[in-house]
């Protein structure tokens, strides 16, 4: 087993005629992350998805996976890593089995093998004799990690695999996925749910307009708000006052539901003691820390509104291949 990243894209870059839908990525998945690949629609997740399954050639830069870059080493740089972007693709007219067992036989080796498995671990062993055609969404979505699962992957890409699904449905996938990581897969896994990546990922890179805004752990990246604190006292007024008047008290402010305000620790308990002398009580003091949510839009609203360039005005290249006519397609990936 080599010591190379899972996957490690450096200054990748894909166009679209006028839109830069992928801008210079730099990004490294090591092996057994759980990594969030965050922006809102159109931020080019899909595409960087692409380019790391060797569906579309990157304008510049590389993409390896566990040190191998498809374009160079083709299928091999394939070798253990499955997944499917956008929705997987499977015949509406078989059953959820009999897709599989066709997905099997072109993976070839043991896959057929880990069908059963497969099916079990998505759940969806009892509906396997069903023509996928009356599948639900979520249950398609199962089933194109089946089909993922059958190549036994070290590294396993999903593209928004919760996104719509029921609530239900979506806590499902996760649970999936966690239990999945749990065996030690890797998981590089596209989303534009805050809730979907605070639970599942340590490591998140965040994109709009194709360019990265932030990249590395998940808690650092929430501990860079800390240092915002809220108060709530029985006398809001008085503490504001006060507060104004302390050192290492800044950018204070006051709403319905009290005060916030940026301290250092030392600064916010000298201003406890400080309310407690004048009479000042204090129903709560916290430190705060932004949600992922927060920060995301802080970080992708910064962006220029480059994805927002009317669509199909470029070369498509989508008619370059088979794209949405097969199961074979691009939307769904094996070596
Ligand atoms: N084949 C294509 N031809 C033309 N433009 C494309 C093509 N694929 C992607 N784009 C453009 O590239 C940009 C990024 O698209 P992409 O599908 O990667 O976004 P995304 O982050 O996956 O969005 P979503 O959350 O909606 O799935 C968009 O502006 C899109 O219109
Ligand atoms: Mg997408």
Not at 161 to 179: H, N, Q, V, Y
Request: proline letters at 4%; a negative charge.
């Amino acid at each position: 087993m080599s010591a190379a990243p899972a996957v490690e894209a450096r200054a990748l870059v894909k166009r679209y005629g006028r839109i830069t839908a992928v801008d210079h990525v730099d990004l490294t998945v090591k092996a057994g992350d759980v990594y969030g690949y965050l922006g809102p629609n159109g931020a080019g997740k899909t595409t960087t998805l692409r380019m790391m399954l060797g569906l579309i050639t990157p304008d510049a830069g590389t993409v390896k996976l566990f040190g191998r870059d498809p374009l160079v080493d083709g299928v091999r740089a394939l070798d253990g890593v499955a997944g499917f972007v956008e929705a997987p693709r499977f015949y509406p007219y078989l059953n959820g089995r009999k897709n599989l067992e066709l997905v099997a036989a072109l993976d070839g080796g043991d896959a057929a093998s880990r069908i059963d498995a497969a099916l079990d671990t998505v759940e969806l062993a009892d509906r396997a004799r069903d023509k996928v055609g009356g599948y639900s969404h979520g249950m398609r979505q199962r089933l194109g990690l089946a089909g993922a699962l059958l190549r036994d992957p070290r590294l396993l890409i999903l593209d928004e695999p919760a996104t719509g699904l029921d609530p239900g449905g979506m806590r499902d996938m996760r649970l999936l996925i966690r239990r999945l990581a749990d065996q030690g897969m890797t998981v590089l896994l596209s989303s534009h749910l805050m809730a979907e990546v605070e639970e599942l990922c340590d490591r998140v890179v965040i994109i709009s307009s194709g360019r990265v805004r932030y990249e590395g752990a998940l808690d650092e990246l929430i501990a860079t708000t800390a240092g915002r604190y809220e108060l709530r006292t029985t006398d809001d007024e008085r503490a504001q006052q006060i507060a104004a008047a302390q050192r290492g008290i800044g950018d204070l402010e006051r709403d319905a539901r009290g005060l916030t305000f940026a301290a250092g620790e030392r600064a916010a308990t000298a201003l406890s003691i400080a309310l407690g002398e004048a009479g000042v009580g204090i129903a709560a003091l916290v430190p705060r820390t932004a949600t992922l949510e927060e920060l995301f839009f802080r970080m992708t609203e910064e962006a220029p509104a480059g994805d927002l360039a009317p669509a199909g005005v470029s070369n498509d290249r989508r008619s370059a291949t088979t794209d949405r006519h097969t199961p074979r397609a691009e939307e769904e990936v094996r070596a």
